[in-house]
T-cell receptor
Framework: SQQGEEDPQALSIQEGENATMNCSYK?????LQWYRQNSGRGLVHLIL?????REKHSGRLRVTLDTSKKSSSLLITASRAADTASYFC????????????FGPGTSLSVIP | EAGVAQSPRYKIIEKRQSVAFWCNPI?????LYWYQQILGQGPKLLIQ????????DSQLPKDRFSAERLKGVDSTLKIQPAKLEDSAVYLC??????????FGSGTRLTVV
């Protein structure tokens, strides 16, 4: 079974709009990460948020974490066509040895 | 710093043949991971090394897959014999404790 699941599975927006993706997970975590994957390429690390943090920013990205609801969200503001990619949340499942499990991802299309 | 190096970039083999993938992680990263990513899905952890020891190989199909990390640096993943369902992208990643992963570009395997 999936530790983390993203929602929605697919999202299509106009350039300039904001995009919000959600991630829900099942067990306690030490941290949660978001990654981006452009078609046919490797994954790129975006943000790591620790379990004692509630919000984190990086450029146009904003990540929130609600451990009571076991959920996280990734907000991309002022989207660009280059943001078109798949976005994955990854959780460590609370293990002591840094094991990370990925969700199935959200496919984002930003239309110019 | 140099990224995670993987080779080959693409491989096409017939079923029942064997194949090997190579990964060289970022210098100083003690933890190395091999993931399998089937088209349209999130990456699935196959095996995790800490230095040259295996930390987690619970999802590695050990009847056909093997991996080693001699001297705690580079690693090879082997499939023998390959099946059609092994067609996927094989991703290698490395990390420093508490940080995000750095992924290589992956090896796209097609089994025909």
């Amino acid at each position: 079974s999936q530790q983390g699941e993203e929602d929605p599975q697919a999202l299509s927006i106009q350039e300039g709009e904001n995009a919000t993706m959600n991630c829900s997970y099942k067990t306690s975590i030490n941290n949660l990460q978001w990654y981006r994957q452009n078609s046919g390429r490797g994954l790129v690390h975006l943000i790591l948020i620790r379990s004692n943090e509630r919000e984190k920013h990086s450029g146009r990205l904003r990540v929130t974490l609600d451990t009571s609801k076991k959920s996280s969200s990734l907000l991309i503001t002022a989207s660009r066509a280059a943001d078109t990619a798949s976005y994955f949340c990854a959780t460590d499942a609370g293990t002591s040895y840094d094991k990370v499990i990925f969700g199935p991802g959200t496919s984002l299309s930003v239309i110019p | 710093e140099a990224g995670v190096a993987q080779s080959p970039r693409y491989k096409i083999i017939e079923k029942r043949q064997s194949v090997a993938f190579w990964c060289n992680p970022i210098s100083g990263h003690a933890t190395l991971y091999w993931y399998q990513q089937i088209l349209g899905q999130g990456p699935k952890l196959l095996i995790q090394f800490q230095n040259n020891g295996v930390v987690d190989d619970s999802q590695l199909p050990k009847d056909r897959f093997s991996a080693e990390r001699l001297k705690g640096v580079d690693s090879t993943l082997k499939i023998q014999p390959a099946k059609l369902e092994d067609s996927a992208v094989y991703l290698c990643a490395s990390s420093y404790p508490g940080s995000g992963y750095t992924f290589g570009s992956g090896t796209r395997l097609t089994v025909v």
